[in-house]
């Protein structure tokens, strides 16, 4: 089963020059435990935007090529989906933009920090999704460097 799991703007923005445009402690505290021991699953652009591999946790990269540093490097996508959609295994798609598109159909659960800002200069977006397919439960929401964001779980209904 796939979870996605971003932090994305009021127009679903999620990067820009291969970098995150929101920076929140909490966004991060609540990714590393909600991610904390599970296979995360990401695109190579993402992988390639990390300081080195994620603690804790299985890194998997989607990539046309190898990609030795990872846990597990894979290229054939469809057969990766197909092996792990009906598990009960929760698998977290950590991104990019590309990722996200792909897995969106799978996904059961999207876990979004919904950032109140916006920024005209992005170049990576979340899909756009119909809300109305998803139960939406507030797990948390605040201010951090004047930044008003919620923390919340979409279920597929
Ligand atoms: N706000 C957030 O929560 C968040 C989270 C994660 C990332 N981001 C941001 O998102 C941006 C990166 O996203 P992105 O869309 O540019 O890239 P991405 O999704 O991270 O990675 C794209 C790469 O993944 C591989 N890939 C994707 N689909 C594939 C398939 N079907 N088969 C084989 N390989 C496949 C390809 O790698 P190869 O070219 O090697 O074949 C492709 O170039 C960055 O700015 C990052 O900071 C934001």
Redesign the pocket.
């Given at each position: 089963m796939f979870s996605l799991i971003?932090?994305?703007g009021k127009n679903r923005e999620?990067?820009?020059n291969?970098?995150?445009?929101f920076h929140l402690k909490d966004d991060m505290k609540f990714f590393r435990e909600t991610t904390k021991s599970h296979k995360v699953v990401?695109?190579?652009?993402?992988w390639e935007?990390l300081p080195g591999k994620l603690k804790n946790r299985e890194n998997i990269v989607?990539?046309?090529?190898p990609v030795p540093e990872a846990d597990q490097s894979v290229?054939d996508?469809p057969d990766f989906i197909n092996t792990h959609k009906d598990s009960g295994e929760e698998i977290f798609v950590?991104?990019?933009?590309?990722?996200y598109f792909?897995f969106l159909k799978y996904a059961k659960h999207l876990y979004l920090t919904e950032v109140n800002a916006s920024d005209s200069t992005a170049d990576?977006f979340f899909p756009d999704f119909d809300k109305t397919n998803y139960e939406k439960t507030l797990i948390t929401k605040g201010t951090e460097n004047g930044l008003n964001y919620s923390i919340s779980k979409y279920t597929l209904k």
């Open positions: 971003a932090a994305i999620l990067g820009k291969g970098k995150l445009i990401m695109g190579r652009k993402t935007s989607i990539s046309r090529n290229n996508l950590i991104g990019g933009g590309m990722v792909e990576t």
